[in-house]
């Protein structure tokens, strides 16, 4: 049966003035990472259930507001947690009813708060030019110096970071430092500290791998894990602890790089973040290609980009199956490496995140040699379209790479079979059908890592029939499938009895 938090004595307090300190307090709880702790403080005003309802009935407008406010910021970072790919609905949706509350009261400072943690939402699902409006709206009413301020400002340079805005993030980090310096919330304070520090890494990782950058971004993360420290944050010092392998990965520290990354996973494992526990795969799986163990680097991007894939983290997954598909290209699986390539460019660009899927569209020409001249010349020009506002300063180098490869392969000489092109052909239709059904399942085989049941989705048949027709009619591909479970029979009543 659950309780009242001991630390809420709210016996004097009227249903309004409870509900306003429960919401105080689980907003606290989420600035620490304790979300089940700021669960259950909410209760019995709401069951903690996502897509559940907070019960409102009886409350002052005002408070009915930051009830539906609070329940949709818990909804989306609790959803998020346990991998609920409708939480940042359910979320957005309690938001905006807040919202027009809030604007019915003529609250313009909440409505911005609010339209800030809607930002949140948006920039968590993918959808970053949602978040970049909601955020910009927020901070033309919080004129105002303060938290609020400070929090919009925040997703803002998230927003901007997905889309390797770098200079833009500098811009708005740099320019508001001032701010940063006078609130007292140490997790806003240390979460400044944070985005510097991964945006002196990324600034100097994509010019010539400037070691200046590096140690700045080194000094922030120290900063930021002071403030963390107060804050009593054991999440985010693991994402500093993360972030810090990055920085030693860029310079070839690897087992130190490995240490932190260890860290990271076991304080992200012992909160029970499944999401974050991800980012510290695909980050070690960032280690293995740089080491050139392709093999271990392509297994646990595997696995990071499950994870993100149930948890509806478009942007997230795109990234990491762009080094999952780098890591199979490494390991001469040209098809399978291309399969994924094209499942980042199609998952980036559902979720707009245009940038992305240039980046995974250039990546694919980069890494993939055999890439028929269609496949090429259609990813360069999208490549171009898509990462044309990108102010990463490597991006323009790799175009003219990879322009120049393109270049060079369209001017090789072509070795031309006179009589496939004048004479004329006689067929065996037979022949062919079955040719080209045995080519298309081993390709199919090969793009999904030899999962049959994978495959049959490809082909839009079903699983048994499929293997079946492995099995009995192209037996030669029963070694580019995986391998048949077989289960164990179950004994039947006679013969355990017979015993």
Same mark, same amino acid.
């Given at each position: 049966?659950?309780?009242?938090?001991?630390?809420?004595?709210?016996?004097?307090?009227?249903?309004?003035?409870?509900?306003?300190?429960?919401?105080?307090?689980?907003?606290?709880?989420?600035?620490?990472?304790?979300?089940?702790?700021?669960?259950?403080?909410?209760?019995?005003?709401?069951?903690?259930?996502? %897509?559940?309802?907070?019960?409102?009935?009886?409350?002052?407008? +005002?408070?009915?507001?930051?009830?539906?406010?609070?329940?949709?910021?818990?909804?989306?970072?609790?959803?998020?947690?346990?991998?609920?790919?409708?939480?940042?609905?359910?979320? @957005?949706?309690?938001?905006?009813?807040?919202?027009?509350?809030?604007?019915?009261?003529?609250?313009?400072?909440?409505?911005?708060?609010?339209?800030?943690?809607?930002?949140?939402? &948006?920039?968590?699902?993918?959808?970053?030019?949602?978040?970049?409006?909601?955020?910009?709206?927020?901070?033309?009413?919080?004129?105002?110096?303060?938290?609020? @301020?400070?929090?919009?400002?925040?997703?803002?340079?998230?927003?901007?970071?997905?889309?390797?805005?770098?200079?833009?993030?500098?811009?708005?980090?740099?320019?508001?430092?001032?701010?940063?310096?006078?609130?007292?919330?140490?997790?806003?304070?240390?979460?400044?500290?944070?985005?510097?520090?991964?945006?002196?890494?990324?600034?100097?990782?994509?010019?010539?791998? $400037?070691?200046?950058?590096? /140690?700045?971004?080194?000094?922030?993360?120290?900063?930021?894990?002071?403030?963390?420290?107060?804050?009593?944050?054991?999440? &985010?010092? !693991?994402?500093?602890?993360? *972030?810090?392998? *990055?920085?030693?990965?860029?310079?070839?520290?690897?087992?130190?790089?490995?240490?932190?990354?260890?860290?990271?996973?076991?304080?992200?494992?012992?909160?029970?973040?499944?999401?974050?526990? !991800?980012?510290?795969?695909?980050?070690?799986?960032?280690?293995?290609?740089?080491?050139?163990?392709?093999?271990?680097?392509?297994?646990?991007? $595997?696995?990071?980009?499950?994870?993100?894939?149930?948890? %509806?983290?478009?942007?997230?997954?795109?990234?990491?199956?762009?080094?999952?598909?780098?890591?199979?290209?490494?390991?001469?699986?040209? /098809?399978?490496?291309?399969?994924?390539?094209?499942?980042?460019?199609?998952?980036?660009?559902?979720?707009? +995140?245009? *940038?992305?899927?240039?980046?995974?569209?250039?990546?694919?020409?980069?890494?993939?040699?055999?890439?028929?001249?269609?496949?090429?010349?259609?990813?360069?020009?999208?490549?171009?379209?898509?990462? !044309?506002?990108?102010?990463?300063?490597?991006?323009?180098? @790799?175009?003219?790479?990879?322009?120049?490869?393109?270049?060079?392969? /369209?001017?090789?000489?072509?070795?031309?079979?006179?009589?496939?092109?004048?004479?004329?052909?006689? &067929?065996?239709?037979?022949?062919?059908?079955?040719?080209?059904?045995?080519?298309?399942?081993?390709?199919?085989?090969?793009?999904? *890592?030899?999962?049959?049941?994978?495959?049959?989705?490809?082909?839009?048949?079903?699983?048994?029939?499929?293997?079946?027709?492995?099995?009995?009619?192209?037996?030669?591909?029963?070694?580019?499938?995986?391998?048949?479970?077989? @289960?164990?029979?179950?004994?039947?009543?006679?013969?355990?009895? +017979?015993?």
């Amino acid at each position: 049966m659950r309780t009242t938090s001991p630390k809420l004595d709210l016996s004097h307090l009227t249903p309004s003035e409870q509900a306003e300190l429960r919401c105080r307090t689980a907003l606290e709880l989420k600035d620490r990472n304790e979300y089940d702790a700021s669960r259950e403080a909410m209760f019995p005003i709401w069951n903690g259930i996502i %897509g559940s309802r907070p019960s409102i009935k009886g409350l002052q407008d +005002s408070v009915t507001a930051q009830v539906l406010l609070t329940t949709g910021v818990l909804t989306g970072w609790l959803g998020s947690r346990s991998e609920i790919k409708k939480a940042d609905d359910y979320a @957005r949706d309690l938001i905006t009813e807040s919202i027009t509350l809030y604007e019915e009261l003529h609250d313009s400072r909440k409505v911005a708060e609010a339209r800030t943690e809607l930002a949140w939402c &948006y920039w968590r699902s993918g959808d970053n030019d949602s978040a970049r409006i909601l955020s910009n709206e927020a901070l033309k009413r919080l004129t105002i110096g303060g938290n609020a @301020r400070a929090n919009a400002l925040i997703v803002l340079s998230f927003v901007e970071w997905a889309e390797s805005r770098y200079k833009e993030v500098l811009r708005i980090l740099t320019e508001n430092a001032p701010l940063f310096d006078r609130i007292t919330n140490p997790t806003f304070k240390g979460t400044f500290h944070n985005q510097l520090g991964i945006t002196y890494r990324a600034i100097g990782a994509a010019s010539k791998r $400037r070691t200046d950058y590096f /140690q700045r971004a080194i000094a922030e993360y120290h900063a930021a894990d002071e403030h963390f420290k107060i804050a009593r944050n054991l999440v &985010y010092r !693991a994402h500093v602890k993360n *972030n810090t392998a *990055n920085v030693l990965r860029e310079l070839g520290r690897f087992s130190e790089a490995h240490d932190y990354l260890e860290q990271a996973r076991r304080l992200f494992i012992r909160v029970r973040d499944k999401v974050r526990v !991800a980012q510290v795969d695909d980050t070690r799986a960032q280690v293995f290609l740089a080491e050139g163990n392709y093999a271990e680097a392509e297994l646990t991007a $595997r696995t990071a980009a499950r994870t993100f894939e149930k948890a %509806g983290r478009q942007c997230f997954l795109a990234e990491t199956l762009m080094i999952e598909g780098i890591a199979v290209a490494r390991l001469k699986e040209p /098809q399978r490496a291309q399969f994924i390539f094209q499942q980042a460019i199609e998952i980036a660009h559902h979720a707009g +995140s245009m *940038n992305r899927a240039g980046l995974a569209a250039l990546t694919m020409i980069e890494e993939i040699d055999t890439l028929s001249r269609e496949v090429q010349s259609v990813a360069f020009e999208q490549a171009q379209e898509w990462l !044309a506002s990108s102010e990463s300063p490597d991006i323009n180098p @790799r175009l003219k790479r990879a322009r120049k490869k393109i270049a060079q392969r /369209q001017s090789e000489p072509q070795s031309v079979d006179v009589r496939e092109v004048l004479f004329n052909k006689t &067929y065996d239709l037979r022949a062919e059908v079955l040719q080209f059904e045995h080519d298309l399942i081993a390709r199919t085989l090969a793009r999904v *890592n030899g999962k049959v049941s994978h495959a049959a989705k490809l082909l839009n048949i079903g699983y048994q029939t499929l293997a079946h027709m492995i099995e009995h009619k192209y037996p030669d591909l029963l070694k580019k499938r995986t391998p048949v479970r077989r @289960r164990p029979r179950k004994k039947s009543k006679a013969t355990k009895t +017979s015993h």
